[in-house]
């Protein structure tokens, strides 16, 4: 991948848009004024534009963190292929798991509202927003910013501080760290930042759906 994509100044603002906005939604979520999923969903679309327009470059489409119109379909059906792949090697060591008599569905279970609206917005915002903005910061901005210290300390280190996010959230650690290597491999390797966001979005999914059923 080429390097030096992104700058310090673009990583600082960034960062400096992200927490503005997660701050600003946050006095929102703590005065009740909307369902707290909603406000989570804007607070994630809203960071997104923001890092949309600091990398905007004279009207490029902005090919600084690989998101072209024209690598859309593109970047998606190489995002299904890897998923696809991934999703085999997860089978496999359910199995394993399986006959070691460890139920794999306690390392990937997600806590599910009881609402059916709930859910419906859980699947929504964490399935599709969520995706979308993680994997624009921590794969487009901070690991093309990264990259220029090589590939092993840009794609252990990015994954690290994504997993770290999860922690507040989650409370997993080595699940977000193996998709934070996962999605930062793919983009390294398909230079098209779709990918990442297909196989994230497939991920969250997949762990709602099993957390459903």
Not at 37 to 54: C, E, K, N, P, S
Not at 93 to 121: E, N, R, V, Y
Request: with cysteine; aromatic share 12%.
């Amino acid at each position: 991948m080429e390097t030096r994509k992104i700058d310090f100044k673009q990583l600082i603002t960034s960062i400096i848009a992200i927490i503005a906005v997660e701050i600003a939604f946050g006095v929102m979520m703590s005065k009740n004024l909307f369902h707290p999923m909603v406000i989570l969903g804007l607070t994630r679309i809203v960071q997104t534009a923001m890092i949309f327009l600091i990398v905007f470059d004279k009207g490029k489409c902005l090919p600084a963190i690989g998101m072209e119109p024209s690598v859309i379909f593109h970047g998606i059906k190489r995002g299904l292929i890897w998923s696809a792949a991934f999703g085999s090697l997860v089978a496999f060591g359910f199995i394993i798991l399986l006959i070691s008599k460890i139920d794999p569905q306690t390392l990937i279970h997600s806590s599910l509202p009881k609402d059916k609206g709930d859910i419906i917005l859980l699947f929504l915002v964490g399935g599709f927003l969520a995706p979308i903005a993680e994997e624009t910061f921590f794969r487009g901005i901070l690991y093309g910013f990264l990259r220029r210290w090589g590939l092993v300390i840009s794609l252990l280190l990015s994954a690290s501080i994504f997993a770290l996010a999860h922690i507040a959230v989650s409370g997993a650690f080595i699940i977000p760290l193996i998709g934070g290597i996962l999605f930062a491999s793919s983009y390294e390797v398909e230079k098209n930042l779709f990918t990442p966001i297909t196989i994230h979005i497939l991920g969250n999914l997949a762990i709602f759906a099993i957390s459903f059923l």
